[in-house]
């Protein structure tokens, strides 16, 4: 930049400083709610800067976020209440002086240094303002002896992951992020790992694809190719670089092999047409591309479309149609178990069970058919507490599924049930706190369970 691009520059902003610097000199009063506002955005670029100093966070991403902190802070300052101030003769030729100054010197300012062809973000990623959380007593001691057990138990995927989750509903990316990559660093092929850190590494960075996020979503295409995430976030990068060219084709890839009626299809349609209004030409033929709906898809919204009457008519015909082909000709563990949820939809428990003991003859091991035809078997609730009955007929199918999949919470509460039934409230016990520990604690369904150990701790 020359020295007298700087002077145009910085003139007509020195002028427009003092002009807003003096009259505030004797300001009366503030919004508190708004300063409030302002010291949360400030703490965030403190955070910023000590994470990019750490290494964290690279430089162009740091910049970017902390220019978006930059323009909130200056939209909490613009919300504050009626003030009064000390008017001199210089700050009103000050002011008048402005008036003319700042439009010159922001206009050159942004010349230099702004980016004009940078699309402008969606309204709900700008218009949410991340302020911390207010913990209640009870989350925060469940998230801290989630924390104690991890301390313990270094090794549990499932808990980092869940106080990953806890973290990020809390809205504190940075120790979300410390959880996601423990769970990470322990299971690197693990999903909820590689997109829960994304998710949090994005929520830092106020929506830039950083570096680590494009590696993360390099990653997750390569365990799940099919994902439209490492498209999408692809597509995104190369627009906030700039290249709108490389966006829109990435996002005219994903959308011409997305359904119709995929819930992410709306998200893909604004990015085009921003990127499309960008290069100036129209995004109607792109957004005309979709993937035809599969058969299933096809059937579904047929289904939709007819009255509840039709709908269960077509449904009954369907089902029938598959136990008589099953019948006749026979079929394989999973045709008997789709059979078997089919009949459970339509509130028919012994077409169910039958169905999945037929499953289970030629997949006896299985757990999700074990588990299936023992939540089948279930019985309503006949005792004051409201709990479901576990008969002895599903009780060894409870215990086979858990064999195989110990970390089912639904199956510790099962058996936590029965045992409860059977004049045992210690293995009662037992059951239910493996069912905390792995549940998130932020959840309602974490606070029934909770609540259900209190009660019998109490009795």
């Known amino acids: 930049m020359s020295f007298s691009t700087l002077l145009v520059i910085l003139v007509p902003l020195a002028i427009a400083i ?19 506002t302002i010291a949360i955005l400030k703490d965030q670029l403190a955070e910023l800067e000590r994470d990019q100093n750490r290494g964290l966070i690279a430089a162009p991403e740091a910049k ?19 003030q009064t101030f000390e008017s001199t003769g210089l700050g009103r030729a000050l002011v008048m002086l402005a008036i003319v100054a700042l439009p010159a010197g922001s206009a050159a300012l942004y010349a230099q240094l702004g980016a004009p062809a940078l699309p402008d973000r969606p309204l709900a990623s700008r218009e949410m303002e991340r302020t911390p959380t207010e913990v209640p007593a009870e989350v925060a001691a469940m998230v801290a002896n989630l924390e104690a057990r991890l301390a313990a138990e270094p090794d549990d995927v499932q808990g980092w992951l869940m106080l990953g989750r806890s973290k990020l509903t809390l809205n504190r990316e940075g120790e979300a992020i410390d959880a996601y990559r423990q769970a990470l660093a322990r299971a690197p092929d693990e999903i909820e790992a590689i997109t829960g850190l994304a998710d949090a590494l994005l929520q830092r960075s106020m929506g830039v694809v950083t570096p680590e996020v494009r590696q993360l979503m390099f990653r997750l295409a390569e365990l799940e190719p099919d994902d439209p995430r490492p498209l999408y976030f692809a597509g995104l990068a190369d627009a906030q670089a700039g290249d709108y060219n490389g966006a829109l084709e990435r996002w005219r890839v994903l959308l011409e092999n997305t359904p119709a009626d995929a819930p992410w299809r709306a998200q893909i349609e604004p990015s085009i047409v921003q990127a499309a209004t960008q290069l100036g030409i129209d995004p109607a033929p792109i957004l005309s591309l979709a993937a035809p709906p599969s058969p299933e898809e096809e ?33 394989g563990a999973e045709d008997w178990q789709r059979l078997g949820r089919s009949y459970l939809v339509m509130g028919d428990r012994e077409g169910a069970v039958r169905a999945f003991r037929e499953a289970l003859v030629q997949e006896p091991d299985d757990a999700a058919l074990n588990k299936d035809l023992a939540t089948a078997l279930l019985e309503a609730p006949s005792d004051p507490r409201g709990l479901p009955g576990i008969p002895d007929e599903a009780l060894p199918h409870l215990e086979r599924a858990l064999a195989q999949t110990p970390e089912d919470p639904e199956l510790h509460w099962y058996l936590g049930i029965r045992a409860l039934a059977d004049g045992n409230p210690a293995e009662t016990k037992q059951h239910w706190q493996q069912v905390l520990t792995r549940l998130d604690p932020t959840t309602p369904e974490h606070a029934m369970v909770q609540s259900r150990l209190d009660m019998l701790t109490v009795n």
Request: hydrophobic content about 40%; proline content about 4%; charged content about 30%.
């Open 299 to 331: 059937r579904a919204r047929q289904l939709a479309e007819l009255s509840p009457e039709e709908r269960s008519a077509q449904i009954r015909g369907m089902v029938q149609g598959l136990a008589d082909r099953l019948a006749s000709e026979g079929g």
């Open 64 to 82: 970017a976020a902390r220019l978006e902190v930059e323009r909130r802070i200056l939209k909490a300052a613009g919300r504050t209440g009626p």
């Open 18 to 36: 003092a002009a807003l610097a003096l009259p505030l000199m004797g300001r009366r009063s503030v919004d508190g709610a708004a300063d409030s």
